[in-house]
């Protein structure tokens, strides 16, 4: 493995108090391997002068990829553990950039 496309640690409101904090369920993905590398597809143009860099700012809506999985029921995968549930948060992922 060695690699990770993506990484989401935190907490998830599971007891439904509104607060979410070190009391509640833990959450973890860890997104890797090259079976599920995806692709998300921006077109930008501009013109770059030789020497010089340009800089694409990326926006991943957290409330939108959130919303695609019940965290409260599937709090975890590391890929490898439960591979469809990765492919799921993957495809949330894709699903959740915009260009900004």
Known sequence: MGYKFMELNGYVDSNGDN???????????????DALLGEAEFNVHQD????????IAIHVDLAHLAAQI?????PQSH??????????????LIGSMELH
Do not use: Q
Request: glycine residues 8%; without cysteine; negative net charge.
């Open 19 to 33: 607060v979410v904090d070190a009391t509640d369920a833990a959450v973890e993905y860890h997104i890797a391997t």
């Open 48 to 55: 770059v002068a030789g020497g010089t860099t340009l800089t």
């Open 70 to 74: 019940d965290l409260g029921t599937n």
């Open 79 to 92: 890929t490898t553990d439960f591979p469809a549930l990765a492919v799921r948060m993957r495809d949330a």
